[in-house]
């Protein structure tokens, strides 16, 4: 029988009955909510052997491609059209052939292993693998097999609750990585959890591209417009139909509202933000989903077709939907695609199901969805990772030979043009003098540094003149390669009484000491300040701190502002501006 639990969770339920009497309570500030969930996990059943029990779309059938594999999870196709499958609980990359052309691939070959290998994806003859902590590179082989594992990255975030990274490199020629949350709801430590990251394709120059983002396994760029779209799985323990699994469209900088802001625009109820910064202004500053999807269930790998097997389809995104383990009925079990109509999403349909049912024992699975693949005839592969099956679905149609239609994807990102640095935008008649916990010109110690403690350094500035009514905290790297001006701190609505700031201040976007201060997004895609780490073979880069007094008490932006609308908001308010500048070398 599949297990079964239903909690119901009143907070008045767990108040000891002499408690004194508490706040009115609200969703997002001493929250009184009552919560029903239920844990419902169904009991595997084996396939029927003639596969009739799944269903599909007229015109497309299924079969076996590849069997016993034990854990199949996340699948490619090399330029050859070669199929690979990655194993996590092996810990393995298998490869796997069709040598006679039968539709059956030949027995797999393992072609690489470390513990936890997930995700994997193909640049050229190179290939691109990902662990919890670690992204490799490897040269592909001309007879598939590959080369020793470089390590490229060896810092990613620990995996917690969501280990499973997977990646892809982009049409901008740049490799992205999904680091999940290590939580299902909390304040994140590293803020490079929960987030899409972006480094070069040797890995360095590691950066956020966007942030908020609980568990975004499947994502893929739209073949007629460039963009960047991604599954995300929603926060659990909010009900059978809370929260939604969410579509969202990626875009650089943007925050996607989680662990506070959920769905369109609802607040969870278990975590308010940082101190400074209200559910409300959470959901200005992220952004809504463009579809949402069932709860609970659990979107994977995602693709969009680019094959000539099904024509209808070119275009769309296909997801596998692994399942849920925490929903009345269960949702998922099951590969659905994504229409795109334009360049955008207008609905979602299922392609394969057949996977869950309910009869006299409770409801069993045949098998949960995990990979999905485009082969070079346009057929689909989805991996199933607790039957060890991959699945090869076709059309009875389309001639099995047609070549792979279509043209490379579209760059949508433009890199934003060089920027004099921020004094020299906002031109100030008054000047302020600063100093720091560094000398002028002078190295800055490594404890202020991203290799070191990436502790913000200690500020002080006096000479402001009459009038002045806050301080904007600006620091750039005008040495760096891109973006140029590198922004490594962004404070604002600093009061006009402080005039000195403490070493290692936290990053949050708002603080509740200093009293009002925001912190805005640096160009590492974080909020507060990011220590200095220019590329090894640059040498010594220049970091300006820059102070500027302005005329009004407060620069009227959101947290987690960015550079151009923070500069934006100061032009005419600038009554004085100084710098301090420091150096760092990771030689």
Known sequence: ?????????????????????????????????????????????????????????????????????????????????????????????????????????????????????????????????VTVNDVYLADVAEDGTFGPLRRIINDLPDGGQHPNRTLAMGPDGKLYVSAGSTCNACAETNPESATILRAEPDGSSRT???????????????????????????????????????????????????????????????????????????????????????????????????GAMFPEWRGDALVAMRGSWNRRPPSG????????????????????????????????????????????????????????????????????????AGGPVPNALVPPPPSPLATEVLKAEGALTVTASFQPDAPIDLKHAADGDNASPALSWDGAPEGTRSFVIIAEDPDAREPKPFVHWLAYDIPADVTALREGLPTEPSLPAPEGLKQGANSMGSTGYAGPKPPVPDGPHH???????????????????????????MRGHVLAAGTITGTFDRN
């Open 1 to 129: 029988m599949p297990r079964i639990l239903v909690l119901t969770i009143s907070a008045a339920a767990l108040a000891a009955p002499c408690a004194l009497a508490q706040p009115e309570g609200k969703v997002g500030q001493y929250s009184d909510v009552t919560v029903t969930g239920a844990i419902l996990e169904p009991r595997p059943r084996r396939p029927d052997a003639d596969l009739s029990g799944f269903q599909l779309p007229p015109g497309a059938t299924v079969s076996v491609f590849a069997r016993d594999l034990v854990n199949p999870r996340i699948l490619a196709v090399s330029a050859d059209g070669t199929l690979y499958a990655t194993r996590r609980s092996v810990g393995d990359v298998v490869m796997l052939r069709d040598g006679d052309g039968d539709g059956v691939a030949d027995a797999p070959v393992t072609v690489a292993s470390r513990p936890g290998m997930h995700g994997i994806a193909f640049d050229g003859n190179q290939v691109y693998l």
């Open 208 to 306: 956020i591209f966007a942030s908020g983002l609980r568990n975004t396994i499947g994502f893929d760029w739209e073949p007629g417009t460039g963009q960047l779209w991604g599954m995300d799985h929603g926060i659990d323990w909010l009900g059978d139909n809370e929260q939604i699994e969410e579509l969202n469209n990626i875009r650089q900088g943007k925050q996607y509202g989680w662990p506070y802001v959920y769905g369109m625009d609802q607040f969870n109820p278990q975590d308010n933000p940082p101190p400074g910064t209200s559910l409300e202004t959470w959901a200005a500053i992220s952004e809504e989903p463009a579809l949402g999807h069932t709860a609970h269930a659990a979107p994977m790998q995602m693709v969009f077709y680019d």
């Open 333 to 404: 079990y099951e590969l659905v695609r994504i229409d795109f109509e334009g360049g955008k999403p207008v609905g979602i349909e299922p392609v394969m199901t057949g996977f869950l049912a309910q009869g006299a024992e409770g409801w069993t699975h045949a098998g949960r969805p995990v990979g999905v693949a485009v082969g070079r005839d346009g057929a689909i592969f989805v991996s199933d990772d607790t039957e060890g099956v991959i699945y090869r679905i076709a059309s009875d149609a389309a001639p099995q030979d047609r070549p792979l």
């Open 543 to 569: 970091y300006h701190f820059q102070v500027f007094a302005l005329d009004v008490p407060s620069l009227d932006l959101p947290p987690a502002a960015d550079r151009a609308a923070v500069l934006a908001a």
